[in-house]
């Protein structure tokens, strides 16, 4: 299936830097998710994002939902350990009846080297 | 807790045989989605229901595959004549609109 592009892969980064991250599509989204998800456990919500050019801050992570809307960015201020894990962004088209469905991105694994 | 809940948590089974994963969706949650997850992918869509409805599924769910939703409230999967191909993360989420809240997965070993 679909799958969209994240970048970069990996990340090793030290406690305290900031993080970027994005995601791109061939298609547009009317909808954009950041999901975190640690080994063995479901994603989990992060950020969602409604609007295109649409930015939105949940504590240290900030989200924009790219002008095109064919892509979206998540950066992550000051990061912390339990910040390590892989992050997926997920696009969702809800033009009609039945498209509610998630495409998801190919994660970005984020570590932190002591 | 009142999270998306599935169960179990692991599945081993040879290959050939049945199997059945159930979830729990968030309780006033209307919308419960399947996905699968292999091991360096991002999840991947199966199908979806609104209520017990099912109105959307994927080219991955082969036949082998049915998923049901009798009442519009818990949610099965079934997987006929299991192959090592299945062997997965599989995830259900339910939402009432765009944001969609997974359950903790069942991980599927087909040996």
């Known amino acids: 299936g679909q799958q969209l592009n994240q970048s970069p892969q990996s990340m090793f980064i030290q406690e305290g830097e900031d993080v970027s991250m994005n995601c791109t599509s061939s298609?547009?989204?009317?909808?954009w998710l950041w999901y975190k998800q640690d080994p063995g456990e479901g994603p989990v919500l992060l950020i969602a994002?409604?609007?295109?050019?649409e930015l939105t801050s949940n504590g240290r992570l900030t989200a924009q939902f790219g002008i095109t809307r064919k892509d979206s960015f998540l950066n992550i201020s000051a990061s912390i350990p339990s910040d390590v894990g892989i992050y997926f962004c997920?696009?969702?088209?809800?033009?009609?009846?039945?498209?509610?469905?998630?495409?998801f991105g190919t994660g970005t694994r984020l570590t932190i080297i002591p | 807790d009142t999270g998306v809940s599935q169960n179990p948590r692991h599945k081993i089974t040879k290959r050939g045989q049945n199997v059945t994963f159930r979830c729990d969706p968030i309780?006033?949650?209307?919308?419960l989605y399947w996905y699968r997850q292999t091991l360096g992918q991002g999840p991947e869509f199966l199908t979806y229901?609104?209520?017990?409805?099912?109105?959307?599924k994927s080219r991955l769910l082969s036949d082998r595959f049915s998923a049901e939703r009798p009442k519009g409230s818990f949610s099965t999967l079934e997987i006929q004549r299991t192959e090592q191909g299945d062997s997965a993360m599989y995830l259900c989420?339910?939402?009432?609109?765009?944001?969609?809240?997974f359950g903790p997965g069942t991980r599927l070993t087909v040996t």
């Open positions: 309780s006033e949650h209307n919308r």
């Open positions: 298609s547009i989204f009317n909808t």
């Open positions: 989420a339910s939402s009432l609109a765009a944001e969609q809240y």
């Open positions: 994002l409604y609007k295109a050019g």
């Open positions: 229901f609104q209520n017990e409805a099912q109105l959307e």
């Open positions: 997920a696009g969702q088209l809800l033009a009609n009846f039945g498209n509610e469905k998630l495409t």
